[in-house]
Each structure stands twice: as C-alpha cells, then as structure tokens.
C-alpha cells in the first residue's frame, strides 16, 4: 500500500523517478479478465485517455457504458465510433460539468437509475491559464473540477456503487478509481492556514504548479476517505496516467509553449493506448492492496512525501474538514458515515 512506502517517496520527486515511471515496461492486463455484465461510468471520456479507457473496458466485454461528458454532442461523436466497434454493449451519453455542483448532483441522482454499477473511472481533469474562478463556486477552475467536484462525486458514487456493485455475482467489489497525476509529486501547499483557500489567490498562480496542487489535494483527500470505507463495499484507488500524447490535454497552453512540450512528449510521452491500461489496470486487476493507495505504472507508487510527514497529517485533517464543510450541502457526512471502514468501525 502507497502508505507503507515512505522510503522510496522521495525518489519519486526525482527527474529519476520521473524517467523510470516513463520507462516502466506495461503490464499487460490479465488474459482472463472479462467485464461481462458489468456497467462502467467514466468521466471526461469524449476524448483523450476517458475515450480509450471506454475502448479497452468495452473490449474486455463491458455491458453497459455511461459516457459522463460535459458536451452531448461530442459525446455522441465519440460514442458513435464505440457504438459502431462494440455493437453488443449499451453505450449511453450523460452530461455532467464538473464546474456546477448542481450539474454533478444531477448526474448522481441518474445513476441511481441504473440497474447495477461495477466501476466509476473519475477521469475529467483540465489544467488551463490564466487564472479563473468559478462563478457559483468562488472557486479557482482546476480546483473545483479536477478537486472538488471530483471529489463531490466520488462521494454520492459511493453509496450507488455499494448498493448496486455486488448484484449480478461478481465477485470483485465495485471500483471507484480517481484519476490523480504524478505533478503531485513536484508541488506542496502551504503549511498553515485554510489548504482550499489557498489554491483561490491569484497571487504566484501558474498553471503547472495549480495543476499538480490540485491532484495533490486530491491524494491527501482519497487517502483519508479509503480508510472511512471498507474495500469489500467499495474499493478506492488512484490511477496516474504518467505524460501522455495523443489527447488534448494541453490544448490551453498558449502556442508559444507547444513546440517546447510536443518535443518533450516525443521523447517522453507514452501512446494514450498504453496510459489508459493503467486505469484498466486499476479498476480489473488491483485488489484490496491498493485500497487508498495511488497506482502508477501498473503498480502501487508512494504518496508524495509531504503525506508522511506530521505537517502533511494536519493539513490531510485541515482539508478533510474543509471538504466536507464545503460540500455537506449534498449531504456528504452521511454518505460516509453510512460506508465503514477501519478507522469508522
Ligand atoms: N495527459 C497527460 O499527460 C496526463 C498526465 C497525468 C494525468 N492526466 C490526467 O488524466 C485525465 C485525462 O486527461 P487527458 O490527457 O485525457 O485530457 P483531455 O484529452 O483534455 O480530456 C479531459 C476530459 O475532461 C473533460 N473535462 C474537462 N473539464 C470538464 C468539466 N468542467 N466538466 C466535465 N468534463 C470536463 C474534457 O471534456 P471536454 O472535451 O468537453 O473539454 C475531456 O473529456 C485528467 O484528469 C488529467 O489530469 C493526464
């Protein structure tokens, strides 16, 4: 488990670390896994990584398909494709924006509907500049889709997983897989004072460092809600991509910078077909060892060090508390006290 790996946490900062997560081998997944009967939602997925874990989950025998997107029509363009390749599987197109709470309740309440529900793969993210806050959220973008309302819907996913997870024999436990991203590894936030707040102040923003602070957060938060819920209801893990080409992930940096990254992805970058089988990986093939731990190159990575640390024990506390005030309105704190896990029991 990423908790028990304090030692090698500091390599993982590393350009070292960085270079051999890049040149990790693939781990092909299990021959024998099959998803025959299951259902899948998988956030973000008219494009990039979202869409070709929808490929690789509908290959291994996925029944039905949930394509949460932001835009119906370019979800129906992708869907169509998918469609037309698995013609046995129900591919359905919901929308959801991560940048409206109300939009997330909404696409929570709809699968309730559903008749069981076996994998959530929350993959949207975005990192963009210049800085921007969210109208209805007083929240800086990045921040409130690729945190918060991540977040926000782990949490309502959770329940709905747990209740319809199980039905039809499986034998696995439903999944709820958080897409995170090593960046984590390269940032902090500040020590003292409000840990949300500070990702709201302008001042010193610069997409990359907002980027990987948000999926910091994002550690810090999944880390503590896997010890609140117990595996065998749901498992929750993170799943890194590592540096991919082939999506459209840096379509907000300005033109100047993308001769500068497309040569970094020629030589670093992995084919968004190899990337997404870590998400396969996360959801088919890692059982209760990676309950709360992050996954990186098909295996369990460390946390970044701050998290071992006392300092990052109290801002993982700061921040817990924070959450849940900020996103109680849906009624949070019961949906996990309801969930028990170790440290509940
Ligand atoms: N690419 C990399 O090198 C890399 C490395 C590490 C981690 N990751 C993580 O992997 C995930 C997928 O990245 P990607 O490379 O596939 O990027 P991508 O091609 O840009 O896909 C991002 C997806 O997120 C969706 N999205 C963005 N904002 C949204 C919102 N407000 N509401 C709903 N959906 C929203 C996008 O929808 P639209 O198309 O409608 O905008 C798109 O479907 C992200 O979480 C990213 O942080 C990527």
Known sequence: ???????????????????CRQFTRPKPIPAT??????????????????????RQLLKLGLSRLIMAVRSQTRGEVAAQ??????????????TVDFESYESICAFADRCKTLPRLDIAILNAGIMKSPFTIVPSTKHETMCQVNYLSTVLLGLLLLPILKQKGRTGGNSRPPVLTFVGSDRAYEVTVE???????????????????????????????VSTLAELVDP?????????PGMTKGTDFFRGIPSIFMPIIRFGQFLLARPVAVAASIYVDAVTARGNESHGSFLSDWTIKPYPSLCYTQEGYHIRERLWEETLAELNFAGVSKIIRKVPGDRQR
Request: charged share 20%.
């Open 1 to 19: 488990m990423s908790s028990e790996l304090e030692s090698k946490a500091s390599f993982e900062a590393t350009v070292c670390g960085f270079l």
């Open 33 to 54: 896994t099959k998803l025959t009967n299951q259902v899948a939602i998988v956030t973000g997925s008219n494009v990039g990584l979202g869409l070709e874990a929808c």
């Open 81 to 94: 494709d998918l469609r037309k390749a698995f013609p046995a599987a129900i591919i359905s197109v919901w």
């Open 191 to 221: 020590k003292k004072g409000p840990v949300i707040q500070q990702l709201d102040r302008p001042e010193h923003f610069t997409q990359f460092e907002w980027y990987g602070k948000t999926k910091l957060l994002l550690i810090l938060f």
């Open 232 to 240: 065998d209801d749901v498992l929750v893990n993170m799943a890194n």
